[in-house]
C-alpha cells in the first residue's frame, strides 16, 4: 500500500496507509490530501484504508529505480548565465533555476529521518509520501500556499535567502526579488475576486539555518474555493518568476528541455483541503529517496542583479536544511 504520513505545524503527526490516486477531472472537487507536481501535468489524491495499521518496522518503501539527474555546479552555472542573457529579451524580471542535489543516505532510517525533522522544524510543514506513482518524498517545507478556515484566509510571500550565520543586512536584490513575489500574490488574488487583502510585511523568517524575507497576506475568500486559490497562485515566483508564464516557459527550455531535468512534485504544491478548510504548503526543502540515495531538490531566484555564483552557494545553503538532518542519523 501507499504511505502518507505528515505533521502540520505546531500538531502531532498523522500516518495513513492507503493509495494515491490520479485526479484526471474537476480536481476542485477533491476533498483530503492533495499532490501535485509543478507543471501541474499529475495531480493525486490520497484515499485512506481505515483497516490498514502503518509499522515502520515492516513498511516497504516503493523506491524508484531510475535516479533524478543531478547536474554539475559547471552546468548550473552554465544555465544561470543562459537564463541572465535570456531574460531581458523575455522581459523577465525574475526567474528561479532549480538543481538536484545527491547525498548517500541509508533509506532503511526514513522513519527516523522522518521524526528528526518533525523534531527539528515545528514550524514547518513536515511530510513523507511513497507510492508507485511518483516513489518517495519526504520534505519539510516553510511555505504556505494557502491556508483557510471558513471565508478567513492567508498565504505568504517568500523570497530572498542569507544565512544566519553569516549576519549579513538584506541587499537591494533581495529585497527586489522578494517585491516581485508580493506584487504577484496580492495581483492574482485581486483577479480571482478576493476581498479584505491585507499585507503586513516584509520581515525576516528563519528556516533552519538560513532566513528569508517573509510579508503574511490575508484576505476574504469571497465564496471561492481554497483550491481554485491555489491553483490560481501557482507557480508563485518563489519557486517560478516574474511574470509566470514566461518565466514557467524559460524554465522548461534551460532545465527540461535542456538538461532533461524534470522538477517531478518539487515546487509544486500539497497539503490539504476541503470545502471549508485548507492547509496547502509549496513543496520545498524537499528530497526523493532512491535506494541509500537522497535527491534533495533546491533552486536559486535569479533577477538581472543576480550573480550566478552566489545562486550557486543559496542552493547549497538551502540544501543543508536536509543535510544537516542526515548527518544526526
Known amino acids: 500500500?501507499?504511505?502518507?504520513a505528515y505533521r502540520i505545524p505546531n500538531e502531532s503527526s498523522v500516518e495513513k496507509l492507503g493509495s494515491f490516486k490520479v485526479v484526471k477531472n474537476d480536481v476542485q472537487k477533491s476533498n483530503g490530501f492533495i499532490v501535485s507536481n509543478f507543471y501541474v501535468t499529475k495531480q493525486l489524491v490520497f484515499e485512506s484504508?481505515?483497516?490498514a495499521h502503518f509499522d515502520p518496522l515492516d513498511y516497504a518503501l516503493h523506491l524508484n529505480e531510475q535516479q533524478p539527474i543531478s547536474i554539475s555546479k559547471e552546468r548550473y552555472i552554465k544555465q544561470g548565465k543562459l537564463a541572465l542573457?535570456?531574460?531581458?529579451?523575455?522581459?523577465?524580471?525574475?526567474?528561479?533555476l532549480s538543481r538536484i542535489k545527491t547525498c548517500m543516505l541509508d533509506t532503511d532510517k526514513y522513519w527516523e529521518l522522518y521524526t528528526k525533522?518533525?523534531?527539528s522544524y515545528p514550524k514547518a510543514f513536515v511530510y513523507l509520501i511513497s507510492s508507485p506513482h511518483f516513489g518517495t518524498w519526504i520534505g519539510a517545507t516553510p511555505e504556505t500556499l494557502v491556508e483557510s478556515n471558513g471565508e478567513k484566509s492567508k498565504t505568504m510571500s517568500l523570497a530572498g535567502t542569507k544565512e544566519v550565520s553569516k549576519g549579513l543586512e538584506w541587499s537591494s536584490k533581495e529585497r527586489q526579488e522578494q517585491q516581485f513575489v508580493t506584487e504577484y500574490i496580492t495581483s492574482e488574488l485581486k483577479n480571482q475576486g478576493t476581498k479584505d487583502i491585507n499585507i503586513n510585511g516584509p520581515?525576516?523568517?528563519t528556516a533552519g539555518n538560513i532566513e528569508h524575507?517573509?510579508?503574511?497576506i490575508s484576505f476574504n475568500l469571497n465564496k471561492k474555493h481554497p483550491l481554485d486559490i491555489a491553483m490560481g497562485l501557482h507557480p508563485t515566483p518563489a519557486v517560478n518568476g516574474v511574470p509566470k508564464e514566461q518565466s514557467k516557459r524559460l524554465i522548461e527550455q534551460i532545465e527540461l528541455e535542456g538538461?532533461?531535468?524534470d522538477r517531478s512534485l518539487y515546487s509544486g504544491y500539497i497539503g490539504l483541503v476541503s470545502e471549508t478548510t485548507s492547509k496547502l504548503?509549496?513543496?520545498l526543502r524537499c528530497c526523493q529517496l532512491t535506494k541509500n540515495k537522497a535527491h534533495i531538490y533546491v533552486g536559486g531566484g535569479y533577477t538581472l542583479q543576480s550573480k550566478v555564483e552566489n545562486e550557486w552557494e543559496e542552493t547549497e545553503s538551502k540544501s543543508e536544511t536536509l543535510t544537516r538532518i542526515f548527518d544526526l542519523l
Open 1 to 4: 500500500m501507499d504511505l502518507l
Open 49 to 51: 484504508n481505515d483497516k
Open 85 to 96: 542573457k535570456l531574460m531581458p529579451q523575455k522581459a523577465i524580471n525574475k526567474v528561479v
Open 117 to 119: 525533522l518533525c523534531e
Open 203 to 205: 520581515h525576516t523568517a
Open 213 to 216: 524575507l517573509r510579508t503574511d
Open 259 to 261: 538538461s532533461n531535468q
Open 281 to 283: 504548503y509549496v513543496n
